[in-house]
């Protein structure tokens, strides 16, 4: 059972609301035809006030905001937050409710009905501190959603049975098939997690063990469904399962979500984005604190005549969320737009349009540094950004037109992916090197910085045998002992690499599909259903042929073949070794028992689950 989250306040767009108009039909032309500026006139403005205390958002003179926004405000108690007021310059006063934050460090007013496109809000309220009332006030601009519709999930090709995998115990499950080419000892332990997906098959979540053998199959409907971004988190101190999906049908909704579940493989929280928006595949992390950061598209009207596209057109408004898990609440929004100019981009506006977004920046990573900031990746404008989660301010950026620091050799990026520091404090990226292909081919690279000098200095490099080129998607995780596992994104392999740069670890998916990351990470599943089993009758004078599988069971490591004259009365009988996620078993000829049934055993012989009596 799947457990909806608030999930941020689902407004209804407020449609024509154009106040003194007398012909809002008229008033729509219009307002459709005039250029709509989306950024505002200073860049990289701080989201602190009331004496850098409150972070707010949106954040001052945006003009980015949707029009289901909430008016988050995050550093102090809820009760030290009062005589909030908000206004919109054409809708009016907006009665709300003032919610708090479950971490008890803000609040957000929940407005009762929406905004209009292109007015500007005017907030006002007070910080009661130390026994004086502090006043602040900030205002915003709405932005006019574009012309494009919602995506949804994906058309799946005709399956092929020559790339999947097909069992006799569990005929519904189809993954792909996984081709492991190399396998060293010296391999780091853990299981292998990816979502595979655009194949001729079936879509989904997937757990594979250390030797690229099946473990777990979720396969999504309805036929299409997309899953990214399956890995292991932390959730309420416990180690669970977490993936993004599109569209995924809970509580109502069909939009888009993130999936939280746990060792036995029960979704027991659904997250989404709030502000009105659908949540996108590119990030979605649990934070200590009981929040998620997740990464958002939304297209906007803009006019793009400063970046040489067309004054009626439209920009790809990639932004983050810092969303509190328990009560769905937006506590923190961070758009691109307000402090990254549009000219920063290696991508060309000039055939962007209302219905076809200038994607300008492509936000695809958010990593919490060790100072706390955050550490924010843009494919299209080729750099990482240091953003002050406090402000919202731009502290440096690395690589890209405007770099912070002097690229040595070797570390420039170019549509890359997957920022990430680690704990020596260098930085990890998935180099794409494409599309448009600008290196000979993708790899995965680290860099040192040097804060005082300002300098960056390649440390690694490593590049797949035979050469790939990803054009999009991939990550590097960096593991114990200096290896990295890499998922090459469009290119449907995954690699693990010791720190002197031997594979250890090699496989891929059939050539139709993609992962979007790839990880080796540690995990105990126990299914809450039991074993399943198919029996197969005897041919001539073989013994019966028995399947056993348990789908996500992370323990088994041998078969115990109970047999009996009814379902009730089954007895053991003989035992095997588990040989991957099927285990075949041929019954003794002549065993004459009419039902069957398997028990799984853990490495010390104790029973983990048993699965119902079959006629033999």
Request: glycine fraction near 12%.
């Amino acid at each position: 059972m799947r457990v909806l989250l608030a999930g941020g306040v689902s407004l209804a767009m407020l449609g024509g609301l154009l106040g003194g108009v007398s012909d809002p039909a008229r008033a729509r032309a219009a307002a459709a035809s005039a250029p709509v500026s989306c950024v505002p006139s200073h860049l990289n403005v701080s989201a602190a006030l009331a004496g850098s205390r409150v972070t707010v958002s949106p954040g001052p003179e945006t003009r980015d905001a949707s029009a289901a926004t909430q008016i988050s405000m995050l550093g102090v108690p809820a009760g030290e937050l009062t005589g909030v007021t908000v206004s919109g310059s054409r809708t009016g006063a907006h009665a709300g409710r003032l919610l708090a934050y479950s971490q008890g460090d803000g609040a957000s007013f929940v407005p009762s009905s929406p905004f209009a496109a292109g007015e500007r809000v005017s907030v006002r309220a007070q910080l009661q501190t130390g026994g004086q009332a502090v006043p602040f006030a900030w205002s915003f601009i709405v932005a006019t959603p574009d012309r494009a519709g919602e995506a949804g999930g994906s058309s799946t090709p005709r399956s092929d049975p020559s790339d999947y995998q097909s069992f006799h115990s569990r005929p519904d499950l189809r993954p792909p098939l996984v081709t492991v080419t190399v396998r060293s000892p010296a391999a780091s332990a853990g299981d292998i997690f990816l979502a595979p997906y655009s194949g001729p098959g079936q879509y989904g979540p997937m757990i594979l063990d250390e030797s690229g053998q099946l473990v777990w199959f979720e396969p999504l409907s309805p036929s299409g469904t997309r899953a990214a971004d399956f890995r292991v988190q932390q959730y309420e101190g416990q180690p669970v399962l977490t993936w993004w999906q599109d569209p995924l049908i809970a509580g109502g909704s069909s939009k888009a979500g993130e999936v939280i579940a746990n060792g036995s493989y029960q979704d027991i929280a659904i997250a989404r984005a709030g502000n009105g928006y659908q949540p996108d595949l590119h990030e979605f992390q649990i934070t200590p604190q009981g929040t998620a950061l997740i990464t958002v598209y939304a297209g906007i009207d803009c006019d793009l005549s400063s970046v040489g596209g067309s004054p009626r057109a439209a920009v790809a408004d990639t932004l983050l969320q810092e969303i509190d898990l328990k009560t769905g609440l937006v506590m923190y929004e961070w758009h691109a737009l307000d402090h990254v100019a549009l000219g920063e981009a290696y991508v060309s506006a000039a055939h962007s349009s209302q219905i076809t977004p200038f994607d300008y920046f492509h936000i695809n990573s958010i990593d919490v540094q060790q100072d706390g900031t955050l550490l924010v990746d843009s494919r299209n404008t080729w750099a990482a950004y240091d953003v002050d989660p406090h402000t919202g301010i731009v502290g440096w950026r690395l690589g890209g037109r405007r770099s912070s620091f002097a690229m040595g050799p070797g570390t420039r990026t170019a549509f890359q992916h997957d920022a990430r520091q680690q704990p020596d404090g260098t930085i990890t990226f998935f180099d794409n090197g494409a599309t448009p292909r600008k290196h000979p081919q993708s790899r995965a690279i680290q860099l040192r910085l040097d804060m005082g000098r300002m300098t960056a200095t390649l440390v690694r490099s490593e590049q797949h045998a035979p050469a790939l080129v990803a054009g999009s998607q991939g990550n590097v995780q960096a593991l114990a002992q200096g290896d990295w596992m890499v998922g090459w994104g469009e290119e449907p392999y995954l690699s693990e690499s010791s720190a002197s740069g031997q594979l250890l670890f090699g496989a891929h998916l059939p050539a139709a599909y993609e992962s979007y990351r790839a990880y080796r990470l540690p995990w105990s599943g126990r299914p809450s259903g039991p074993p399943a089993l198919a029996v197969v009758p005897a041919a001539g004078a073989h013994g019966a042929r028995i399947y056993a599988s348990w789908n996500g069971a992370t323990g088994v490591a041998s078969w115990r073949v109970l047999a009996g004259s009814s379902p009730t009365s089954v007895k053991p009988l003989s035992a095997t070794p588990r040989t991957g996620f099927e285990t075949a078993i041929t019954l003794p000829a002549g065993s004459s028992a009419p039902y069957v049934a398997v028990q799984a055993l853990d490495a010390t012989g104790a029973v983990m689950g048993v699965s119902p009596a079959a006629r033999a």
